[in-house]
Nanobody, 120 residues
């Protein structure tokens, strides 16, 4: 199973970006999709999550600015980020909990990360 993220880059404060994450491989079912971020010198933090039934949660620091959603394409998740602030700078990671074809259990899969830099 592989995850490929895209959509990162440099943006001015107040701007918007949309991250995409596409899972491929022997995924049978996605149980939960999450976006994390890690700022320089800080621990990785959960930004937003969406369940298989499309229940969503976003972190307090990004509430009302970030939206997580599933794509029409299978195994795709987005993170729409509006009103970006310099403190949103960091590496953003996609994380999926998946069931794999012919295998039992749930697998925790991570993308390689994509850099977001917000200039003031």
């Amino acid at each position: 199973v592989q995850l490929v993220e895209s959509g990162g880059g440099l943006v001015q404060a107040g701007g918007s970006l949309k991250l995409s994450c596409v899972g491929s491989g022997d995924i049978f079912k996605v149980e939960r999709m999450r976006w994390y971020r890690q700022a320089p010198g800080k621990q990785r933090e959960l930004v937003a999550s969406i369940s298989s039934s499309s229940d969503t949660n976003v972190g307090d620091s990004v509430e009302d600015r970030f939206t997580i959603s599933k794509g029409n394409a299978k195994n795709t998740v987005y993170l729409q980020m509006n009103g970006l602030k310099p403190e949103d700078t960091g590496v953003y990671f996609c994380n999926l909990f998946v069931r794999r074809q012919g295998m039992s259990g749930i697998f925790d899969v991570w993308g390689q990360g994509t850099q977001i830099t917000v200039s003031s």
